[in-house]
């Protein structure tokens, strides 16, 4: 069974740090392109970061502001979302994602496995 198991997630001021990690199981991890996703109370699910199958190359989302770098260990089968300098609208559950195919990782279509999230809240 594939899982993935996202933890780090909990309540920070604004301007503090979090660092979120997803854990994989039943799968070759190193094969998969790993993303970041959150989605707000009554929003969309938005992308966050992406990360390639052998963790030369990232991408992210406008609103992460070089605040949140994404990073993979292919022996530990875990990705993480380090953030920094968190601000009230991150606020969010944050999921982790697994995919596989030609699309450049920013869609909900590129992922066929998710997590089931871990809550991230902001205060002001």
């Known amino acids: 069974q594939v899982q993935l198991v996202e933890s780090g997630g909990g309540s920070v001021q604004a301007g503090g740090s979090l660092r979120l990690s997803c854990a994989a199981s039943?799968?070759?991890?190193?094969?998969?392109?790993m993303g970041w996703f959150r989605q707000a109370p009554g929003k969309e699910r938005d992308f966050v970061a992406t990360?390639?199958?052998?963790?030369?190359?990232?991408f992210y989302a406008d609103s992460a502001g070089g605040r949140f770098t994404i990073s993979r260990d292919n022996v530990k089968n875990t990705v993480y979302l380090q953030m920094n300098t968190l601000k009230p609208e991150d606020t969010a559950v944050y999921y982790c994602?697994?995919?596989?195919?030609?699309?450049?990782?920013?869609?909900?279509?590129?992922?066929?496995?998710w997590g089931q999230g871990t809550q991230v809240t902001v205060s002001s």
């Open positions: 994602a697994a995919g596989v195919g030609l699309g450049g990782g920013t869609k909900t279509w590129d992922y066929y496995y």
């Open positions: 039943g799968l070759t991890f190193s094969r998969y392109r």
């Open positions: 990360i390639d199958r052998s963790g030369g190359s990232t």
